[in-house]
C-alpha cells in the first residue's frame, strides 16, 4: 500500500512524468489522425503504439537504472519509482522492440508504420525538451555567459539551455522530415533512418553542452548519438537488400507483395 500510495502521488505531482504523458497522447493524436486521413486500420496502429509504450517504458527504465545498479540491489523495489527515470535511447529502443513485437501480431508492414510516426515521433521529443520550462533547472547545461548562457526564472548564473537548444534544432529536424517525406514517398525508409540519423547527432552534440559532460555516463550517451548516426546512414543503404521486394499499402494498413518486375506492354 505504501508503495502504491507513492506511485499515485508520484503521478500527479511529477511535472516531468505529466509531461511525458502529454507529449505521448500528443504523438498517439498525430499519428491515428494521420492513419485515419490515409484509410489505415487504426485499431490495428493503436495496438503498435501501445505496445510501443510498454516496451520504451520498461527498457528505457532499465537504462536509467544501471549507472545507480548499487542503489537499485539494496531496494530492487525502487525500480518501480519511475521519478525523472526514463532513458531516452533506452525508450527508442523499447518503442522499436514493443512495435516490432506488435507488427508480428498485425498484418501490418514495416513500411507503413515508417510512413505514420516519422515526423510526429521526433516532434513529441522535441515538445518534451520545451516543458522543460515547467522546471527551468532541467533546461540548464553548463555555465556560460553571453551571448550562448542566459539566466531563466530560478537560476543563480546563467547558462546554456541545452534542452531548449535540442528542442529547437528537432524542431528544424521535423520539418526537414516533412520535405523528405514528399521526395521519397515511395521510400519512406529513408525519412525514417535520416530522421534517426539525424536526432543522433543533434542528441550527442547537444550532450557536450550538459552539466557534467564528460562524464562516464553521459559520454556513452553522446557515443551512443554518434553511433546511432552511422548504423542509420548505413541502413539507408543496406535496407533495399533487407526487404527486397517491392510493397504497397492497402486502405486497412494490411500488406500487399508486388513483383518489382513491370509488365510488358502487348503491342497490337
Request: charge should be positive.
Amino acid at each position: 500500500m505504501e508503495f502504491l500510495s507513492y506511485l499515485i502521488n508520484n503521478l500527479f505531482t511529477n511535472r516531468h512524468l505529466i509531461s511525458i504523458l502529454i507529449c505521448f497522447i500528443c504523438f498517439a493524436y498525430l499519428v491515428l489522425r494521420r492513419a485515419d486521413d490515409r484509410s489505415y486500420n487504426t485499431d490495428a496502429i493503436w495496438m503498435v503504439l501501445l505496445w510501443s509504450a510498454i516496451g520504451a517504458i520498461i527498457i528505457g527504465r532499465l537504462f536509467h537504472t544501471v549507472p545507480h545498479a548499487e542503489n537499485y540491489f539494496k531496494s530492487p523495489l525502487s525500480v518501480l519509482h519511475i521519478n525523472y527515470g526514463l532513458h531516452l535511447y533506452g525508450g527508442l529502443l523499447g518503442g522499436i522492440i514493443g512495435g516490432l513485437f506488435a507488427i508480428r501480431k498485425s498484418n501490418i508492414s514495416i513500411e507503413s508504420i515508417m510512413i505514420l510516426i516519422t515526423p510526429f515521433l521526433f516532434l513529441a521529443i522535441s515538445l518534451n525538451r520545451f516543458t522543460c520550462l515547467l522546471d527551468p533547472n532541467k533546461c540548464l547545461g553548463k555555465i556560460a555567459g553571453d551571448p550562448i548562457g542566459i539566466l531563466l526564472p530560478g537560476a543563480t548564473q546563467t547558462r546554456i539551455p541545452s534542452h531548449l537548444i535540442e528542442g529547437f534544432f528537432l524542431l528544424v529536424l521535423v520539418g526537414f522530415i516533412f520535405l523528405l517525406e514528399r521526395r521519397y514517398s515511395q521510400k519512406p525508409y529513408i525519412p525514417f533512418f535520416l530522421g534517426f540519423a539525424g536526432y543522433g547527432l543533434i542528441r550527442s552534440t547537444i550532450d557536450m553542452t550538459r552539466t557534467g559532460w564528460p562524464s562516464l555516463w553521459i559520454g556513452i550517451d553522446t557515443a551512443i548519438g554518434v553511433i546511432l548516426f552511422i548504423v542509420c546512414i548505413i541502413f539507408i543503404q543496406v535496407y533495399p537488400q533487407i526487404r527486397p521486394t517491392a510493397k504497397s499499402t492497402n486502405n486497412d494498413g494490411n500488406e500487399n507483395i508486388r513483383s518489382p518486375k513491370k509488365r510488358r506492354r502487348r503491342r497490337r
